[in-house]
């Protein structure tokens, strides 16, 4: 009897040992926030401050309305890797890991240069081009139409 007793006593206190050791179920499945950099090479443009974040976001929302700029270029997206090949990154796309983004750019066409020439403006313009004429709202900096009527 005494036997039986001192076996069960010591595979008590063994289990409690385990269990006490081990923590419990829920400690194992809290994942440990991990914090990432999203880093941003303009390639030329207006410089945006790098992004940290601790949970995964958005492109979007790591951006909050950030932009770059480049005189004489229009932004043409953001690519993964430094040859801008591949696909560009989408906006909608949910990062959660540190990478740095590669600023893509082009050149103005017709219309954009057309577009820029009179964005200081204040008021409607219009402004000639092979394809008609072009008006402007130059408050939104928006193209409304094309048109071959010149009234």
Not at 2 to 8: E, G, I, M, S, Y
Not at 81 to 89: A, D, N, Q, Y
Not at 92 to 117: C, G, H, K, P, Q
Request: net charge negative; with cysteine; glycine share 6%.
């Amino acid at each position: 009897m005494k036997k039986r007793f001192l076996v069960a006593a010591v595979t008590f206190a063994f289990a409690l040992l385990c269990f006490g050791a081990c923590g419990s179920a829920d400690e194992e499945q809290k994942p440990t926030p991990v914090s990432f950099t999203v880093t941003f090479e303009t390639n030329g443009g207006t410089p945006i401050e790098a992004v940290t974040s601790d949970r995964a976001r958005t492109l979007e929302k790591l951006l909050d309305g950030k932009k770059t700029v480049r005189e004489d270029k229009v932004f043409d997206g953001w690519y993964f890797v430094p040859s801008l090949t591949g696909e560009k990154v989408p906006y909608d796309m949910m990062i959660e890991t540190s990478m740095t983004l590669y600023a893509s750019w082009r050149d103005f066409t017709d219309v954009e240069t057309l577009a820029n020439a009179v964005a200081n403006m204040r008021t409607y313009a219009v402004a000639a081009h092979d394809s008609g004429m072009v008006r402007f709202n130059t408050a939104s900096y928006s193209v409304n139409s094309w048109s071959t009527d010149l009234r």
